[in-house]
């Protein structure tokens, strides 16, 4: 069955270090992959899109990359801040397809110390 | 642009009770989620609407669970009766057109129900 694996235990940071998330997953090759941030209390918000044809992605301080041969992609938050603590969820399209719905994995919270 | 709203915040209720979440999905969007997100997991899909019609509701545990999106705009899920291991924050998203190829979705800030 489908799987993905982010890891569970949290990342802990200097201020102005880069943070780097993992998301693998099993079984299947998808066509895309997200990435989300969520904070206490709060929805996911959604940060980034990077599609099987893209190696990498960027916005502002962010990058995401994706591997479809290891079956992995990679976030990375680049001069990394307080404000960016968080639980940070990628998402992809399940096998089974279905319009637009996603499979969450558990996610990785980060925390940045000052 | 408003984003998506959703009430109660909190409803604490004992095992057997039943209860109602409403989600008002941003204005114009045509798909509309209902998610369930365990403590310590991601959020796993129960239900989506495409307009007032349902996607896929493979994963709704149909024996206590419901939804209806009348009018095609705000959605109720029910659950009735509710049982310990439904305590969840419940989360409802919204999406301009899921018909099209991919599509963002937004979250709502979730109810928290919490079963005793």
């Known amino acids: 069955s489908q799987k993905i694996e982010q890891n569970s235990e949290a990342l802990n940071i200097q201020e102005g270090k880069t943070a780097t998330l993992t998301c693998n997953y099993t079984?299947?090759?998808?066509?895309?992959l997200q990435w989300y941030r969520q904070d206490p209390g709060r929805g996911p918000v959604f940060l980034l899109l990077i599609r099987e044809n893209e190696k990498e992605k960027r916005k502002e301080r962010l990058k995401v990359t994706f591997d479809t041969t290891l079956k992995q992609s990679l976030f990375h938050i680049t001069a990394s801040q307080p404000a960016d603590s968080a639980t940070y969820l990628c998402?992809?399209?399940?096998?089974?397809?279905?319009?637009?719905?996603?499979?969450f994995g558990a996610g990785t919270r980060l925390a940045v110390h000052p | 642009e408003a984003g998506v709203a959703q009430s109660p915040r909190y409803k604490i209720i004992e095992k057997r009770q039943s209860v109602a979440f409403w989600c008002n999905p941003i204005s114009g969007h045509a798909t509309l989620y209902w998610y369930q997100q365990i403590l310590g997991q991601g959020p796993k899909l129960l239900i989506q609407f495409q307009n007032n019609g349902v996607v896929d509701d493979s994963q709704l545990p149909k024996d206590r669970f419901s939804a209806e999106r009348l009018k095609g705009v705000d959605s109720t899920l029910k659950i009735q009766p509710a049982k310990l291991e439904d305590s969840a924050v419940y989360l409802c998203?919204?999406?301009?057109?899921?018909?099209?190829?991919?599509?963002?979705?937004?979250f709502g800030p979730g109810t928290r129900l919490t079963v005793l």
């Open positions: 998402a992809l399209p399940p096998f089974s397809g279905g319009y637009n719905k996603l499979i």
């Open positions: 079984n299947y090759s998808p066509a895309y």
């Open positions: 998203a919204s999406s301009l057109d899921a018909e099209r190829a991919i599509d963002t979705q937004y």
